[in-house]
């Protein structure tokens, strides 16, 4: 891939799978183990839900911005909506014992347990999530990576 | 690929053989709706086996944990069986895997009906 590339999409469903399937192909091609792929593609897909369900509500009108950014080091992922922003405060920790039957609640947990690092930066005008999965080994076209 | 669902019968069990992608969408509802279908016509012995399911989001977990209250909530049980290092994996970090009752032999499944 580029250094950096970013994708501007529509609000429906489409997009969720686009842009698994997008998170999919750019961490196969910087040489990320299997696992990792599929940890990276599953965050992604997990943000793209939030961003196009509760963050955009499917509106025709507003966009979700995907980026991808790589460095020796990182990948970078933002994703963002243009939705009313999130309130951080009102998501349940979904490992409670009172919330582990929820049907709901479990995205933005899934996307902490397998990126490195989560930043989520709600705001009037929309929601951005900046995920980063550390490049190891032989990752990102072969460099040593840091742990 | 997409989710197919087929339903058949043993020893009074009804086994769902899911394949393909629990996902938000097309996968979870049409789990949902056999589910309910299953229960409303009297099926209340339930194995989901997931053995050829290779991919499940937080909206499929969410479908899952929707079968399980669903069913017990009529009188009924609800067991998985077969499931892949994926699912597994899933399950394990979301804390759901004491939850569900988890199986790995369809036959011993069966018989785990009362």
């Known amino acids: 891939m580029e250094q950096s590339v ?26 990320f183990a299997e696992d990792e792929v599929m940890q990276i593609s599953m965050a992604v897909r ?26 020796p080091e990182n990948l970078v992922i933002t994703i963002r909506d243009q939705g009313k922003g999130i309130n951080l405060s009102n998501i349940p920790n979904p490992l409670a014992p009172e919330n582990l039957l929820k049907t709901s609640g479990r995205g ?14 709600p705001s009037q005008t929309g929601t951005e999530v900046k995920m980063i999965k550390h490049v190891h080994g032989a990752a990102a076209g072969g460099k040593e990576g840091s742990q | 690929m997409s989710m197919k669902l087929s339903t058949r019968q043993v020893d009074g069990v009804t086994i769902v053989d899911c394949s393909g992608r629990i996902t938000l969408g097309e996968g979870s509802v049409m789990m949902r709706d056999t589910v309910r279908d299953l229960l ?10 997931l053995g050829d399911v290779n991919y499940i989001d937080s909206s499929g977990i969410g479908e899952l ?10 009188g009924g049980e609800l067991k998985l069986l077969h499931l892949t290092k994926k699912v ?22 069966v018989k785990s009906f009362k």
């Open chain 1, 6 to 31: 970013s994708y501007t999409l529509d609000s429906t469903l489409d997009t969720v799978d686009h842009a698994e399937q997008k998170a999919t192909r750019i961490a196969t091609e910087l040489g």
């Open chain 1, 46 to 71: 997990e943000g793209a839900v939030n961003a196009v369900l509760h963050g955009n509500a499917y509106a025709p009108d507003k966009k979700v911005i995907l980026a991808f950014e790589h460095t």
């Open chain 1, 108 to 121: 933005i947990f899934l996307m902490r347990s397998f990126m490195d690092e989560v930043e989520i930066r």
């Open chain 2, 40 to 49: 409303s016509k009297g099926n209340k012995k339930i194995i989901l086996n």
């Open chain 2, 65 to 74: 944990v929707s079968a399980f209250t669903t069913t017990k909530n009529q």
């Open chain 2, 88 to 109: 597994h994996d899933l399950l394990q970090i979301t804390k759901l895997y004491t939850v569900f009752d988890v199986k790995d032999d369809e036959a011993a499944a």
